[in-house]
């Protein structure tokens, strides 16, 4: 295994930078973003909200929804 500084590193990355952002710039051009296929029924975006009301309420019964200030709070995932 070949080992490197990290100055090395560093100046290989800024090296091929230029070259690798336009390639990836060129690329994104040709594929366009995926739209959703359908649009969601009232019944179903009114279940949708349902579930996410009744988990962010199960979260905040459990403890796991921490109010840090009016308008920040913090969701430990845990």
Same mark, same amino acid.
């Given at each position: 295994?070949? %080992? ?9 990355i ?5 070259e690798?952002e336009?390639?990836i710039r060129?690329?994104? %051009?040709?594929?366009?973003? %995926? ?17 996410a009301?009744?988990?962010?309420? %199960? ?6 929804i ?10 430990d995932?845990?």
């Amino acid at each position: 295994m070949r %080992k490197m500084n990290f100055d090395e590193l560093t100046s290989q990355i800024d090296e091929r930078k230029k070259e690798v952002e336009s390639r990836i710039r060129e690329n994104s %051009k040709h594929t366009p973003r %995926k739209l959703r296929g359908r649009t969601r029924s009232k019944e179903e975006s009114e279940a949708l909200t349902k579930l996410a009301i009744a988990s962010w309420k %199960k979260a905040e019964r459990e403890g796991k929804i921490k109010y840090l200030s009016d308008r920040v709070m913090y969701y430990d995932y845990t």
